[in-house]
């Protein structure tokens, strides 16, 4: 019942983590392709719940808006491109 540790606030912890989880997969699959071959298709929406990522139409337009609303991507068309902010979370996630 404790305001920090109760259920209520354990649950809302995860939900949080999961979605900023699921914000620094999608900057650290950006970064990973950025300036290759092959960056065209993988920095495409659709790409994202296709089979390569595999997340579904829903949860991946839920996690862009999240990432476009934290400064971390920009979407062009129906490519997205990170941003300063977006490397950032993407090299910091790599080195922890």
């Known amino acids: 019942v404790a305001p920090d540790r ?3 606030a354990v649950l809302r912890r995860r939900r949080r983590q999961r979605w900023e989880f699921a914000q620094a997969m999608l900057a650290i699959h950006l ?3 950025e300036g290759r ?5 993988e920095a495409r929406v659709d ?3 296709g089979r390569h990522v595999g997340w579904t139409p829903d949860f991946t337009g839920r996690v862009v808006r999240l990432a476009e609303a934290r400064g971390l991507v920009v979407r ?6 990170l ?3 977006g490397r950032d ?4 996630s790599l080195t922890r």
């Open 6 to 8: 109760g259920l209520v």
């Open 31 to 33: 970064a990973q392709h």
């Open 37 to 41: 071959p092959g960056e065209e298709d």
């Open 47 to 49: 790409h994202l719940h």
């Open 76 to 81: 062009r068309a129906d490519r997205l491109e």
């Open 83 to 85: 941003t300063d902010i």
């Open 89 to 92: 979370v993407a090299a910091r």
